[in-house]
């Protein structure tokens, strides 16, 4: 396989394990269903539960609030709790988030043009 002289390159071009494994910790953590679409409702200006449940068709609420944790653990997005009656919390990237989100935006036109995902095509 010859290297693909399209895509342009700052480092040598050779992987090692500890590439691959930041690489795979990454991909773990936007690859749980659910995470990206947060992340990119997110991106694209929701900042409160109702806002982000409503942009991402078919979350739960029980589900979005396990995936919130997951993602600010990770330091992808900042919860902000703002002391009013009642409470009232907002989210928001954080700079690694935003970093993260330039990436997973042409993933998301490459998902939407190549349909049917790549897992359903390699069960077929």
């Known amino acids: 396989m010859t290297p693909d002289k399209t895509v342009p390159s700052r480092r040598p071009l050779r992987i090692d394990d ?14 749980k269903r659910w995470s990206s679409g947060i992340l ?5 200006g929701a900042e409160r539960f109702t806002e982000i449940e409503r ?17 600010e653990s990770a330091g992808l997005l900042e919860r902000l ?6 409470v009232s919390i907002r989210y928001r990237l954080s ?6 989100i330039r990436s997973l935006q042409p993933m998301a036109r490459y998902a939407r043009r190549w349909e049917p995902p790549l897992e359903e095509e390699s069960a077929s």
């Open 18 to 31: 500890e590439e691959c494994r930041r690489l795979a910790g990454v991909m773990e953590i936007v690859g």
């Open 40 to 44: 990119l409702a997110l991106g694209m």
């Open 55 to 71: 942009r991402v068709d078919g979350l739960s609420g029980r589900m979005l609030s396990v995936r919130l944790r997951d993602l």
């Open 81 to 86: 709790v703002e002391p009013t009656t009642p």
């Open 95 to 100: 700079e690694r988030g935003t970093e993260l």
